[in-house]
């Protein structure tokens, strides 16, 4: 028979204690599945948010990047670049609800916050398409050339205009969604993506994955000016605004970092890892948890935002881009 002394007892006890406040602590909130793009296997993973575990891996179209919900909170759509199409999944239950096919490489997908205007990014094509969204179907309005390799974009909160990276002419255009011509282009560092405008749409952040920084362009004059560069770490890419309307996340997918931005100081105020070349990010509801896709590993990594540490990483297919959750905090 084993003796333990009352002190390893209580040591015992201290340790049981910690482990399971811990657990606690990153037990998850989340009640709808998470989605996880794979580019480079036409799929989509569907990650359980209590157990953790991919529940099942959905066939898209080739290279899906990107995703984006429907205005009526019904339907997330996969945008499959390669295959022309978009696949239009349950946000509550992943079940496959339609496809819609013949919209040319759709890249990059949003829409306007009034809920008229869908727009898509043809990064092999360079153009832009702008349909018309009448809460069903899509009806092309007008399909712009751009310059080469049109990647990101966002939308003012007036839905008068889009603003979308030029990611091989190193340019930021914006497009006039009424009269669907473009407005303005101004030259960008090298190779830009993501693409995010401050909530009272004086302006608009780049990220620049060809180099180490997040450009900040003021828009609200008749043409753009550059009003500062923040450094952040390589290959400066996607955003994630924080959900309080003053911090923004940057992934830095050479760097394998994240920055935390200030937006009414434009400093960065914090910066942890995120192993495997972070890419796109989505934060839980509650605030907690950073969801991160590890690009050149093959994962989903969940990053405890109190402590930012990495609490946990989920295998997922190839190439992991886009990540998504219904229980996300507000954009």
């Not at 509801?285 to 093959?298: E, F, H, I, Q, Y």
Request: proline share 6%.
């Amino acid at each position: 028979m084993t003796f333990f002394s009352p002190i390893c007892l209580r040591l015992h006890a201290v340790l049981l204690a910690t482990v399971c406040f811990c657990a606690a602590a990153h037990a998850s909130t989340l009640s709808s599945p998470i989605f996880v793009l794979n580019s480079k296997d036409a799929s989509v993973s569907v990650i359980d948010p209590v157990s953790w575990k991919e529940t099942r891996r959905i066939a898209t179209g080739k290279e899906p990047h990107h995703l984006y919900l429907t205005p009526d909170e019904k339907s997330v759509i996969v945008a499959n670049a390669l295959s022309d199409s978009l696949t239009f999944l349950d946000p509550k239950t992943a079940e496959v609800q339609r496809t819609i096919r013949g919209i040319l490489d759709p890249y990059h997908l949003r829409f306007s916050p009034d809920m008229k205007w869908f727009v898509t990014a043809a990064n092999r094509l360079n153009h832009v398409d702008i349909y018309r969204w009448d809460g069903k179907d899509l009806l092309l309005a007008k399909r712009i050339p751009t310059g080469k390799t049109p990647s990101h974009m966002w939308i003012d909160s007036k839905s008068t205009t889009a603003f979308i990276s030029m990611q091989d002419s190193n340019e930021l255009i914006a497009v006039d969604l009424a009269s669907q011509v473009i407005k303005w282009r101004i030259g960008t560092g090298p190779t830009p993506a993501d693409v995010y405008t401050t909530p009272d749409d004086r302006l608009v952040l780049v990220g620049l994955t060809g180099g180490d920084s997040v450009q900040v362009f003021d828009v609200t004059g008749p043409s753009p000016r550059l009003t500062k560069t923040i450094k952040t770490g390589d290959g400066a890419h996607a955003f994630r605004a924080a959900g309080d309307k003053r911090h923004l996340f940057v992934s830095n997918r050479v760097a394998n970092t994240i920055s935390k931005i200030d937006l009414q100081t434009l400093q960065v105020t914090d910066s942890f890892a995120a192993p495997g070349g972070p890419d796109c990010m989505d934060i839980t509801a509650d605030g907690k948890l950073l969801l991160v896709t590890s690009r050149w590993a093959r994962k989903l990594t969940v990053i405890d935002l109190e402590t930012r540490q990495v609490v946990r990483q989920v295998n997922v297919g190839k190439s992991p881009h886009g990540v998504w959750t219904l229980d996300h905090t507000p954009r």
